[in-house]
């Protein structure tokens, strides 16, 4: 069992950014591969960007290439995401995922085993 607890949204303007973090419990973080999630008010909940158990591999989505980064620290159980130049477009509440099935990453959501509470971001214009 892993417990996820994400922390760092919050607002922002156009052009700003935030770093997000997800803490994890246990002492097994690196068989999980992680990834970053959001939804939007409406919306389907989408893949925004995924790691590898050891961090070595990393994948986004179109939409955020270039901009955000995800990065994992084993040792601190911990899995982030730096979001720079924020859009309007990127609010949403955004969820911590982990994955016991897989070394990589897995853009499906229901791939993944455990989910955070999620956070919000709101990006104004």
């Known amino acids: 069992q892993v417990q996820l607890v994400e922390s760092g949204g919050g607002l922002v303007q156009a052009g700003g950014s935030l770093r997000l973090s997800c803490a994890a419990s246990?002492?097994?973080?690196?068989?999980?591969?992680m990834g970053w999630f959001r939804q939007a008010p409406g919306k389907e909940r989408e893949f925004v960007a995924g790691?590898?158990?050891?961090?070595?591999?990393?994948g986004y989505v179109d939409s955020v290439k270039g901009r955000f980064t995800i990065s994992r620290d084993n040792a601190k159980n911990t899995v982030y995401l730096q979001m720079n130049s924020l859009k309007p477009e990127d609010t949403a509440v955004y969820y911590c995922?982990?994955?016991?099935?897989?070394?990589?990453?897995?853009?499906?959501?229901?791939?993944?085993?455990?989910w955070g509470q999620g956070t919000q971001v709101t990006v104004s214009s």
């Open positions: 995922a982990a994955d016991s099935g897989s070394y990589y990453h897995r853009t499906q959501w229901s791939a993944y085993d455990y």
């Open positions: 246990g002492r097994t973080f690196s068989s999980y591969s």
């Open positions: 790691i590898s158990r050891s961090g070595g591999t990393t």
